[in-house]
């Protein structure tokens, strides 16, 4: 985990110095300090799918190529096997499983999320990124915040809504939970 997370920081500093993209600006971008930025280059902090999101947006860079450092290259169809989508451990607790990372030109990027437990009492970090997206539970529970709101997915429970609000997830009942989220 720790060597993808090193690898993604590297892929971002080679992005911004490809277009001259000072470091303030990937910060303001991402909505967080020059610091906590200049750590995920580094590869020392935990990296946010929605700050990646963000910036692949924002610069016209496929998502794949900051996560995988792999452009996609199918144009017709990309079939993902069960369990075979390429991976990324964002955080110790997290793993990002990437559905479509080989089709060219994708308008939503799905992945598979497994989450572990946290402590009950741990707070639930918030993100937020353009456009919307979509969460439907494959297995265990989650609690959701969106904005002011928090609502409680169980297995087969989906929902979409605005990723401009910030939003953030937790696991329940001390059990992983599995979910589909599709970002568009």
């Known amino acids: 985990m720790e ?3 090193k690898q993604i920081g590297e892929r971002l500093k ?7 993209i000072p470091v303030k600006d990937m910060a303001d971008l991402c909505g967080i300090t020059v610091e906590a930025y200049e750590k995920m280059e580094a590869g020392e902090s935990e990296l946010s799918v929605s700050n990646l999101h963000k910036i ?3 610069y016209d860079v496929p998502l794949d190529v900051l996560l995988f ?10 079939l993902t096997r069960k369990g075979q989508g390429q991976s990324v451990e964002r955080r110790k607790a997290y793993k990002y499983q990437s559905l479509a990372s080989g089709f060219r030109g994708r308008k939503a990027d799905p992945f598979m999320v497994f989450v572990e437990p946290k402590p009950a009492d741990a707070p639930i970090e918030r993100n937020s990124h ?14 959701l915040a969106i904005g002011k709101k928090t609502l409680v997915l169980n297995e087969g429970d989906s929902i979409y809504f605005d990723a401009t609000q910030p939003h953030g997830m937790r696991a329940l ?5 599995r979910f589909l989220a599709i970002i568009f």
């Open 173 to 177: 009942n001390g059990q992983p939970v």
């Open 69 to 78: 450092g792999e452009e996609p290259h199918m144009s017709t169809y990309y």
């Open 3 to 5: 060597e993808a997370i």
């Open 14 to 20: 080679g992005l911004r110095d490809v277009l001259d």
């Open 130 to 143: 353009e456009g919307q997206e979509f969460n439907m539970v494959t297995e265990g529970s989650m609690e």
């Open 56 to 58: 692949a947006k924002h």
